[in-house]
């Protein structure tokens, strides 16, 4: 039965839906988007005027304050086109507590639980046409807010703007990747910013990614600012350790973001059986893993790929080799799972699942 929306966001639908040009096996990540976007402005103290136009330019003077001082967040999640027909994002809410967290530590403003979750109730339907169903594919949907006041000071602004687009995405395959420990650069430390996602944080770490990339290794293994011993992320995703039985991870810290997969593997590990740790792991004892081979499998947790698997750690100018991705149990597993929970293939048993269709 058809119910009345009560949604206060305004639609403007795009003339022609560009969905007909769509070749969704031929889409690189995260350069096709879909036909419409949602946008909101902040001024005076509060949110205005909530809308759905189509997927456009926009248009900013040049002192506007974030490209100056770059306050700006965003979030990444994806939506899923189930068996039966019906549209899944996965477990928003998280998304949204945690870009609130990120606005806060960037003096920007909140947005209502209700009216995000709205937000991307209504821009995705709007777009379902968008979400492919193909087994791995998915749409990607791209919350952010930045700082729109006109003004080169050095202060928060005082006006934002929040959108939402979406891409229609593939299988985020990346093969296994080398990992480098660094222990020059940081990524996050303590006081700062690396539980948020600011966009600051991201140019931050591009150069030592590059210098990293130029020594053959696709990704870093981030280590804490203060001393360089302990492990904290790999590259933009968390990262877990199978010893033995055991799930290693470290625990979420301020500099270390909380990701929604990696929760989401921790539950359905100890669901499972395993033993679970979240606790801080140093280079050290890692290297004690590689040297007895204790250490089973090594992989990045995130939005985009899932579960990324590392095949070889170097540390101090050695590669350590990890057993080949055939072998592995648990990575693979949880891959399966996650994608089965996400397409109502098996029972959403976390209720992780939030349904667009009204
Ligand atoms: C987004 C992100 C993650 C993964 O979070 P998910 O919610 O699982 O996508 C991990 N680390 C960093 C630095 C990130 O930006």
């Given amino acids: 039965m058809l119910t ?69 967040i965003f979030e990444g999640m994806k939506a899923f086109k189930s068996k039966n027909g019906d549209i899944n994002i996965f477990r928003p809410k998280k998304n949204i507590e945690r870009f609130n967290r990120s606005a806060e530590r960037m003096c920007m403003p909140e947005v209502p639980e209700e009216l995000f979750l709205d937000a991307l109730q209504e821009l995705v339907n709007l777009d379902s046409g968008w979400v492919p169903d193909l087994s791995g594919s998915a749409l990607y949907i791209r919350p ?53 996602k600011a966009a600051g944080n991201y140019a931050a770490a591009l150069y030592p990614a590059k210098i990293a990339q130029e020594k053959g290794y696709q990704q870093l293994l981030w280590t804490d600012a203060i001393e360089h011993k302990f492990i904290e992320e790999s590259g933009t995703m968390n990262v877990l350790f199978v010893v033995g039985n055991k799930l290693i991870t470290p625990p979420i810290s301020e500099t270390i973001l909380a990701g929604v997969t990696r929760d989401s593997i921790l539950e359905l590990a100890r669901d499972w059986g395993y033993q679970v740790e979240e606790r801080r792991i140093s280079v050290d004892e890692m290297l004690g893993w590689l040297h007895d081979e204790e250490l089973l499998e090594v992989f990045g947790a995130g939005t985009a790929a899932t579960v990324a698997p590392i095949e070889a750690i170097g540390i101090a100018d050695r590669d350590y080799e990890l057993p080949a ?34």
């Fill in 4 to 72: 009345e929306s009560t949604s206060p966001i305004k639609i403007q639908k795009i003339a022609q839906s560009k969905l007909e040009h769509l070749d969704i096996e031929k889409v690189p990540f995260g350069k096709v988007f879909s036909d419409h976007m949602f946008v909101m402005d902040y001024a005076d103290g509060e949110w205005s005027e909530p809308e759905i136009i189509p997927y456009q330019n926009i248009s900013l003077n040049p002192a506007t304050s974030v490209i100056h001082y770059g306050q700006s």
């Fill in 144 to 196: 952010f807010m930045f700082a729109t006041d006109e003004y080169i000071g050095v202060k928060p602004s005082s006006t934002y703007r929040f959108m939402i687009f979406s891409c229609p995405v593939n299988k985020y395959y990346t093969g296994a990747v080398r990992v480098k420990v660094e222990t020059q650069y940081s990524r996050s430390v303590k006081g700062g910013t690396g539980f948020a």
């Fill in 325 to 358: 991705y055939a072998e592995w149990k648990l990575a693979p597993r949880l891959s399966v799972e996650l994608d089965s929970i996400k397409r109502g293939i098996i029972p959403d048993r976390f209720n992780w699942n939030f349904k667009t269709n009204k």
